[in-house]
């Protein structure tokens, strides 16, 4: 049997993005469920795995949606679902003022923050669902919120929290102009994290009895404090070069997920979470270019961590266009995906002639047909189609990268919540979508 023939036999269409029967069905009873993207900026992408994770929470008791975003930014996203701030809309609650904010200020987030707090409205604390962050890129934001919790609980451990936390501040905000400096005073920027952490939890117990506030508080300021000293170490080591600061970053992400799900379970209940995050995070490292350069990744952890509980859920697609920058740092544009190259999966998927389907990959022939490396498209926050091979493209194997992957053939841009004027569409190639 070819690997033509296998996809026809094996795959289920999907009608359109809010067809996720076939989906929710095949993750089961899985307690994660990992739902990658091939790109940052696909409306198809966001729409389809929300339309699953709403069927998630409401049908199979999902109790959290964790999204590759910074843990103090989602956190007041998560606040708002909960009924907990004084924002009003999801528009100021979607505060996401790193690059690339498109990422979650987008028309498709607006509609799923907007479902979720509709969902949770009635239902008790232990019913909701929440939305939370497990990037580690907010160092300074994380830093902020550790001191202004001690301040309201502990002013003497805020305090020493605050002149600890003081020796970044000469620097600013640029990370590389700290990363490679000598400690400030009698403590080296390493230290000073540490300590914060160490005593934040070393007073936990009584910090929980001062707190007139929700139990959820002194969890969010604990992972900020962890979050504040993991991130010191990433931007440390990531001027170096090699695997380490990716590394720690997957490694971050794993633990806080891991402990994000101890927080929400019951004692007789584990909490079952929906991840997102692109494809390269979610998708086994083991089964990539990724692993062979000695880089682990989220999904890879989670397989290790909670064997037979994960279900790992890949998106593709062929052409169409996506919203990414030419450049990090850059603005927002519209640019159009180039047609799968021959060779990759997404060109073997193209040939399939279905505009949309699912395919799971566990069993045989699929899996054997699948297990040969082929090459793969990540397209992320910066895009450049003019050296896409170089750029985009690398080596996996399929059925051991994902249990399942979604195909949406041709897919469109999300719609960010700030136009820029780069916001146009290049001239269409007179190849196009046969032609590279």
Known sequence: MTPHDAIHTAFTPVADVEDSRTTVDFIGDAELALLGEASHGTHEFYAHRAHVTRRLIVECGF?????????PDAYRVNRYVRHESHDTTAVPALDFKRFPSWMWRNADI????????????????EQQAGFYGMDLYSRQASMRAVVEYLDKRDPDAARRARGRYSCFDRHGDDPQTWANAEGVGTESYEDAVVAVLRELQRHRGELAQRSMLPPDEFFFAEQNARLARNAEEYYRTMFRGGPQSWNLREQHMARLIEELRNNLSGWDSPARLAIWAHNSHLGDARATQMGQRGELNVGQLMRERFPGKTCLIGYTTSHGTVAAASDWGGPVKLKRVRP????????LFYEAAHPRFFLPLRHEPIRHLLLKPRLERAIGIVYHPET???SHYFHASLSSQFDAVLHFDHTSAVRPLEITAQ??????????PTGV
């Open 63 to 71: 109790r959290a949606v964790v999204v590759e975003a910074d843990w």
């Open 388 to 390: 896409e091979r170089q």
């Open 110 to 125: 607006i509609e799923f923050v907007e479902w979720l707090r509709e969902y949770n409205d009635g239902l008790p604390p």
């Open 423 to 432: 916001w146009t569409l290049p001239e269409v190639p007179e190849t196009f």
């Open 340 to 347: 799968a190259l021959p060779g990759s999966y997404e060109h």
